[in-house]
Each structure stands twice: as structure tokens, then as C-alpha cells.
């Protein structure tokens, strides 16, 4: 579980998604309006403190992109972890913040 009040390189606290219809992953940020892409538990971000997070390809590397020390879960398949990777690549921190 991550806790909030942890540096801001780790991986932010997930609100409890209880709502009925909602449709975002665990990993997506309430600020961000990005949709989920692909299934809500396609992979799980650990960070250097062991916190983890599921989510979606989309906000697993949305959250990639800004967090020092995270990685990709050794156990998600080799091609989703390839493509969170490369995704994050291409994103700034905070990618809702600017516009991408």
C-alpha cells in the first residue's frame, strides 16, 4: 500500500475508486482526463520504497514518467512492460499539467 505524505518521486496515493461506474484504473490521478486504455490491472508500478500500484498502460506510464526510483513490476509480461516504458519516455512529469 502506498501512503500518502512519501516524497513526491514516489508513486501519489491512489483514492478509493467506491463509486459505482467508475471507469478509470486505480493508477489514474482525479486531475488527469486521460481515459484508461486496455484493461484497469494490465501491469503494477513498484516504487523504491516497495509501494505498488496497478493500472492501466496509460497511467502506469503517465505515473512512470515522474517518478524517480519506479519500475515496472518484474512480473508483468515482457511486451507491456516494453510498452509503459516507452510510453513514459515520451511524457513529462505531471503530463496532464501541460497538456499531453
Aim: aromatic share 4%; charged share 25%; proline share 13%.
Amino acid at each position: 500500500m502506498i501512503h500518502p505524505g512519501k516524497p513526491r518521486t514516489e508513486i501519489p496515493h491512489s483514492r478509493s475508486r467506491s463509486v459505482v461506474g467508475d471507469r478509470r484504473c486505480p493508477a489514474a490521478v482525479p486531475k488527469d482526463p486521460t481515459p484508461c486504455a486496455g484493461p484497469h490491472d494490465a501491469a503494477t508500478l513498484v516504487d523504491r520504497l516497495g509501494g505498488e500500484v496497478v493500472g492501466c498502460v496509460t497511467h502506469l506510464a503517465r505515473h512512470l514518467a515522474g517518478a524517480d526510483g519506479t519500475r515496472v513490476h518484474p512480473f508483468t509480461p515482457p511486451s507491456r512492460a516494453l510498452d509503459i516504458y516507452s510510453r513514459a519516455r515520451e511524457l513529462p512529469p505531471a503530463a496532464w499539467k501541460v497538456g499531453k
